[in-house]
């Protein structure tokens, strides 16, 4: 399985843009790499997935290195309600499980 | 779409005592997970079922620990002679087939072992 690095915190202001890295340097050309968050005393809930190409939906978007080594998952105006650990996961493929590291733990101030 | 469904939410048990919790996955969903986790820590991978065949253990699973899906639908974990090294929050997904599905997670059931 490919290994992550993200930071460990980060910090924002309401209404702001946030940009989470996370770096995947031995991810393989075939895993996709998908973003989950997890509130507090929740279980963790999908955020976004792509393989390649930049992808946007509804709660964020996701710019993909053109080396796919890293990735950075965009807020783009962070709410209260966007405070939550954020965790990168390259899904092998054809891998029907997920491995979570420990994430980033996202602060949100008003 | 009712969600993930986990019961019970906080269990508290003493050492050497058998404990079991549910996970009632939603309805159309082939495939169930299970995983642990600990504080300050992401959620570790234990089981998984497809229907009601468990095609997947994590060696860190261990022997005291079994997890059935006997109908392909709900699924229980049991952990035998409990210890405190249990203790931790058990959480419960489920997804279709197909390796690019989003999993649904509930919101667990906290173990406490004292």
């Known amino acids: 399985d490919a290994k992550t690095t993200q930071p460990n915190s980060m910090e924002s202001n309401e209404e702001e843009p946030v940009h989470l890295p996370c770096n995947h340097s031995?991810?393989?050309?075939?895993?996709?790499i998908h973003w989950y968050r997890q509130l507090p005393s929740q279980g963790p809930e999908y955020v976004i997935h792509?393989?390649?190409s930049n992808v946007n939906n509804r709660m964020a978007s996701l710019a993909i290195a053109e080396d796919r080594k890293s990735s950075t998952l965009i807020l783009h105006r962070a709410t209260l309600r966007d405070a939550a650990v954020y965790y990168c996961?390259?899904?092998?493929?054809?891998?029907?499980?997920?491995?979570f590291g420990t994430g980033t733990r996202l602060q949100v101030f008003p | 779409d009712t969600g993930v469904s986990q019961d019970p939410r906080h269990k508290i048990t003493k050492r050497g005592q058998n404990v079991t919790f549910r996970c009632d996955p939603i309805?159309?969903?082939?495939?169930l997970y299970w995983y642990r986790q600990t504080l300050g820590q992401g959620p570790e991978f234990l089981t998984y079922?497809?229907?009601?065949?468990?095609?997947?253990k994590s060696r860190l699973l261990s022997d005291r620990f079994s997890a059935e899906r006997p109908k392909g639908s709900f699924s229980t974990l049991e952990i035998q002679r409990t210890e405190q090294g249990d203790s931790a929050m058990y959480l419960c997904?489920?997804?279709?087939?197909?390796?690019?599905?989003?999993?649904?997670f509930g919101s667990g059931t906290q173990l406490s072992v004292l």
């Open positions: 309805s159309e969903h082939n495939r």
């Open positions: 031995t991810i393989s050309g075939t895993d996709y």
């Open positions: 997904a489920s997804s279709p087939v197909g390796f690019e599905e989003k999993l649904f």
């Open positions: 792509g393989l390649t």
């Open positions: 079922f497809q229907n009601e065949a468990q095609l997947e």
């Open positions: 996961i390259p899904r092998v493929y054809n891998t029907d499980k997920l491995i």
